[in-house]
């Protein structure tokens, strides 16, 4: 059982992403072997990279971690949207991606479906994740930004040239040394809990 793992550097600002924190101190189950990359949160870089690596290393899953922090608990994503979007909801702010990027409604990849669903067990992931005692919960958006292009592009390859693979993405919240002005936080221990937890599930189980 072959799982790349993935997370991204810090962004908007900030300087940490409980993402790249979880990836650097998380540990491979018994029988699994664990590849772990971070990545930029950038719109065109994030493309080339992904493709790259599902070509390199061919992984049974692919697990790609990021920061909500306007979440209670650990979200696991349904459903990725083919759209690059850095406005906020309500109109007001843009935020650009690290490389300074701003994509406002655009489209990922002409043509191809406007959405994809997860093909991992998303229930079984939060149930997983409950059973540890930490709050999860099954999230039908990944919103617009840099965390639903990485989990869209990598459904729009698995669904045109990897048909076994499977992928999903999963968000966390703030920790609270990021001590955000509103919005929630969780202990990083919790974190690593939630999501070592997610690994075993593949432990024995492609
Ligand atoms: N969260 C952002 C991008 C990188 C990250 O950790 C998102 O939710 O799109």
Redesign the pocket.
């Known amino acids: 059982m072959k799982i790349l793992l993935t997370a ?1 550097e810090p ?1 908007n600002g900030r300087d940490i ?1 409980p ?1 790249q924190l979880i990836l650097e101190k998380i540990e491979a189950p018994e029988g699994v072997a664990l590849i772990k990359e971070l990545l930029p ?1 950038e719109f065109n870089a994030t493309t080339e990279i992904l493709k790259g690596l599902l070509k390199q290393h061919q992984p049974d899953v692919v697990i790609s971690l ?3 922090g306007n979440r209670p608990e650990i979200s696991v994503e349904r459903v990725a949207v083919n759209l690059d979007n850095c406005r906020s909801s309500n109109g007001e702010k843009i935020t650009p991606d690290n490389a300074g990027d701003a994509p406002v409604d655009q489209v990922i990849v002409e043509g191809a479906p406007q959405a994809y669903f997860t093909n991992l067990p998303v229930w079984d992931m939060v149930k997983a994740i409950q059973e540890t005692g930490v709050p999860a919960a099954v999230s039908y958006t990944a ?1 617009t ?4 292009h990485v989990m869209y592009t990598v459904l729009h390859e698995v669904a045109t040239n990897y048909p076994k693979m499977k992928a999903g993405f999963i ?1 966390v919240p703030f920790l609270p040394e990021q001590n955000p002005e509103k919005g929630y936080v969780m202990e990083f221990n919790d974190m690593i809990k939630g999501i070592q937890a997610i690994l075993e599930c593949f432990e024995n189980n492609p």
């Open positions: 991204f962004f992403n993402s949160v990021g920061q909500a919103g930004y840099v965390c639903n968000h």
